[in-house]
Every structure is written in structure tokens, then in C-alpha cells.
């Protein structure tokens, strides 16, 4: 949402981020232009993390990833599980256990040989926490560096089983926040409930630096379905809880709910915070049919109020009939490698009601960094003019679509621009001297960085600190984004 300030005559301020243009927030106006997603491409040595070991569980999934630097590698954190365990809370015996996993190229894993949790029946696993109970599931590891106790460098959030309390019979299950020194030791007599309630589904946290407040996002308590026993499972929505501290939380509130363009289920999101947006990858569940599931895409600007991509298409799609990845496909994390977005998720054969033996494992995806949404025009030239902001850099770059069409024209050209005053519009020049359209040297090349320059100009330094508007031309080519920088 644009702040009241820029109608009232306030240019946007921008810094040097990337402005992504998923939406109209640093648009003025569009010509000819459409948006389209882009999807990650699979690697195709997939699934990267499997059922390879004795003590894991016939299911693997739900893999939390991220480089730590005091390591120098990859880390990841993964489940073993059972569908049958996980259904009857236990009570079979198969025991659900988080387990840990080393790359140095976030592609080829090792599974180390631990002493860390005690596992039944071996001596060492890569097994790092079954839980207090024996059973855990839907967790999520991440290195909060605010923390200033070493013990508690890194955390856990996950969904844990208990007897009831006061002498009641039965089970039942909440979330837990777990502390630990190094990611492999947790100890869960410092862990408290933050939810008691059972959130299946992947219960995780996201920093929101620039609120400096947490925001765990997890299933509603409150759905429109109420409690009625024969209804199926009805609480597949997305709700956010808040927090300054990480130990008092505000009451779960809904911020997703499936509309009449989806199926009536998102069973899992997975949120991280980039550039200027938090980033949404939520599955939609075919939950009265197969249950099969895939990955769509979607974004917002406070972690609150979300936007879905207009054709509502598959981010990261199932795969093809046969493939292991058939029935079910779920985004868990995103991690950025050089000039790529490196995607982890999970994959199944079969959809969720599919209750034959199907194929399963982790899978990894790559996107060119930011190519998630492209403006793009055809050969007739198309235009999209920026909202004015003051210039924040000398020199301005591009993250550019460019297909290689044969005999086409393809280029990009950008001039920059500035208003005139009320009553002065007759034979204004609307460009700053020297950085018109005519003068810009066109862009055809595929970059996640190409530099703009024009004839007689070879950055924007004269710019820095004024009001402008950026109008690009586009022809056969497309737009990811632009960002200004000082070097």
C-alpha cells in the first residue's frame, strides 16, 4: 500500500533495495505490459535426501535449510516419519525423530554419524531430537544472532504430543520452542509451549528486521467450519502469531484463507522475508479428492495482508505422472547462492489419500536470483513508468528477460523523467537532460545486473538526491527488477 504521503506531494524513499515488481506499489502506470511467473527448475539428480538409513522412518520431509558460516556448509534439518505414527499419536511405537544432514554445495548431502540423541538399537545416527515424547513433527531449526546467550544461538519450533494433563486420558499436542548451542544438542527441558494446540502443519518463525518483532505463522484456532465431528479435517488456512521477545506471543490471527480460485486447502506455507516482500510459497491440497498437493506463490509487504498471483498457476508444480514428485510437492525453504535461489521441498508419488506405497524424498529447485515475477512486453513496445522517489544511487541496473527470439527486435530502454508543476505542462521536457529515450544505449541481453547508460552519460550521480520517475521501454524482452547502487 502506498503511504498517504506520496499523494499528498512526498516522493517515495527507496534505498538501494531491489524493486520487485510484483505489484503497483512503485508503479505510476503500465502500457502493453503483462505480468508472468516464473518457475524454479528442478535439478534433475532429485530427490537429493531419501530413505537411505535403518533408523529412518519410511517417510523423509521437511527440511529446514540454511548456510551457517561458523560451519563453513550447508546445514539442514530434516523429518523421519511415519504416517502411521503420526496419526495414532504414537501409540505404534515408530518413533518420529528430526535428523541433520551436511552439503558443501547445498546439493550433495551427507548424513554425519552423531551421538548426539539417543536412538534405539544404534550406537550413532544422524538423528539430533525425537522429542520429549518420543514423537515430533513439523519442525523448523533457525540461528537467531540477537541471541545473546550462546546456549540458545539456535532454535527450534515444533509440534511436540503430551499425556493430558490432570489425570485425563488421551494425548494431545502444541508447540514448543527448544533452545540449542549448536543445532545438534536440544534440550527440551528448557523448551515452553507457545501454542497448545495441534498446528499440523509447518509451524516456522520469520524475522521481521525491520519491525524487529518474530512472526510465527501456524494454523487458525478460529475457522467458519466450527467443531462438528463429521466434517474432514476443515483448518487448513494460514494464521500469524506475534511476538517482540520470542517467549509472549499474540493470539493466532488468520491472514490466508482459500477463495473460489483455489481448492478449499492450503495445508502447508512456507514465509521468508526478501528484498522489500515477504514471500509466501503456500500448497494448495486437493483435500476432498487425492490429496494431492503443489506449490503456488505469494507475497506481502507487512507479513499481514497477502497478495496471490492473478492466475493462481503452480509456483513449483507437481512433477510427471511417473516422477517421484507426482502426487505432492511442498516448498520449505529458499536459500540464496551466488546469482540463484536455491528451493528445497518435498515430494511424494502419491497424493496424501493415496494410501498406497509411493516414492518419497527432498527435492532442490533454482530460480535466477528475483526472477519470480517478470513485466514483460511483445514486439509491439510496451511501457511502465515508475512512481516518483528520490534517487538513491549513481548508477542504476536492471534484471532483465530476454528470450533470444530469432529475427525479433528485443531491447530495453529507460529514460528518466521528472514532473512539472500545475500549470506549467505546455512544452515541458519531461526528461532530465542527457537521460531521455533517445539517448539511453538499449539493453537485449539476459543479466540479472545489466547496467543502464546512455549516450552521453555513464551513470545517474548528477540525479542522486532529486525527485524521478523511471519510464522503461520494453520491447520483446522483460523486467524482473531494477535497484540503484554506489559501486
Not at 518413533?95 to 544404534?122: Q, R
Amino acid at each position: 500500500m502506498v503511504k498517504i504521503d506520496y499523494f499528498r506531494d512526498k516522493p517515495i524513499e527507496i534505498g538501494k533495495t531491489a524493486q520487485l515488481l510484483f505489484d503497483d506499489l512503485i508503479i505510476e502506470d503500465v502500457w502493453k505490459v503483462k505480468r508472468v511467473l516464473h518457475q524454479p527448475l528442478k535439478w534433475f539428480k532429485n530427490p537429493i535426501i531419501y530413505k537411505t538409513e535403518p533408523w529412518e522412518a519410511e517417510l523423509v520431509g521437511h527440511p529446514t535449510v540454511f548456510y551457517d558460516s561458523n560451519y563453513g556448509c550447508y546445514r539442514m534439518w530434516y523429518m523421519s516419519y511415519s504416517r502411521a505414527n503420526y496419526y495414532s499419536r504414537g501409540e505404534t511405537g515408530v518413533i518420529h525423530s528430526m535428523c541433520y544432514a551436511e552439503s558443501k554445495d547445498g546439493l550433495n548431502w551427507t548424513k554425519p554419524l552423531l551421538d548426539v540423541c539417543n536412538f534405539p538399537g544404534f550406537e550413532k545416527t544422524n538423528v539430533v531430537y525425537c522429542g520429549a515424547n518420543k514423537l515430533t513433527a513439523r519442525g523448523q531449526v533457525f540461528k537467531d544472532m540477537s541471541e545473546k546467550d550462546p546456549e540458545k544461538r539456535y532454535k527450534m519450533i515444533c509440534l511436540e504430543t503430551f499425556p493430558y494433563e490432570k489425570g485425563a486420558e488421551g494425548k494431545c499436542s502444541g508447540l514448543r520452542l527448544l533452545y540449542s548451542p549448536d543445532g545438534l544438542k536440544w534440550n527440551s527441558e528448557n523448551a515452553y509451549f507457545v501454542l497448545d494446540y495441534h498446528s499440523d502443519t509447518n509451524n516456522h518463525i520469520v524475522f521481521d528486521e525491520k519491525n524487529h518483532r518474530w512472526l510465527l505463522y501456524c494454523r487458525p484456532t478460529m475457522y467458519s467450519s466450527g467443531r462438528s465431528s463429521h466434517l474432514r479435517h476443515h483448518r487448513r488456512r494460514v494464521s500469524v502469531m506475534v511476538s517482540e521477545d520470542l517467549i509472549n506471543w499474540s493470539y493466532p490471527r488468520t491472514v490466508l484463507f482459500p477463495d473460489e480460485m483455489d481448492p478449499p486447502d492450503y495445508d502447508h506455507v512456507y514465509v521468508v522475508h526478501h528484498q522489500n516482500y515477504f514471500l509466501m510459497f503456500y500448497t494448495v491440497m486437493e483435500g476432498d479428492t487425492h490429496g494431492r498437493k503443489e506449490t503456488r506463490f505469494a507475497w506481502s509487504r507487512d507479513g499481514f495482508h497477502w497478495e496471490r498471483f492473478y492466475t493462481r498457476e503452480a509456483f513449483l508444480p507437481r512433477g510427471s505422472k511417473d516422477s517421484w514428485d507426482a502426487g505432492s510437492v511442498i516448498t520449505y525453504a529458499m536459500v540464496p547462492q551466488d546469482d540463484n535461489l536455491f528451493f528445497y521441498y518435498t515430494g511424494n508419488h502419491k497424493g496424501q489419500h493415496e494410501q498406497e506405497e509411493s516414492r518419497n524424498g527432498i527435492g532442490a529447485a533454482f530460480l535466477k536470483k528475483d526472477r519470480f515475477i517478470e513485466l514483460k512486453a511483445d514486439g509491439e513496445p510496451g511501457y511502465i513508468l515508475t512512481r516518483e522517489f528520490i534517487c538513491p544511487g549513481k548508477y542504476l541496473k536492471l534484471n532483465t528477460g530476454y528470450a533470444g527470439l530469432p529475427n525479433k527486435q528485443q531491447s530495453i530502454r529507460v529514460e528518466i523523467v521528472r514532473r512539472p508543476e500545475i500549470g506549467n505542462h505546455a512544452f515541458f521536457n519531461y526528461a532530465y537532460e542527457g537521460y531521455g529515450l533517445e539517448d539511453c544505449i538499449p539493453i537485449a541481453t539476459d543479466r540479472i545486473d545489466a547496467p543502464v547508460k546512455w549516450k552521453t552519460k555513464n551513470d545517474v550521480s548528477q540525479l542522486v538526491g532529486k525527485p524521478i520517475y523511471l519510464r522503461f521501454e520494453l520491447q520483446n524482452m522483460g523486467l524482473f527488477s531494477f535497484y540503484f547502487t554506489d559501486e
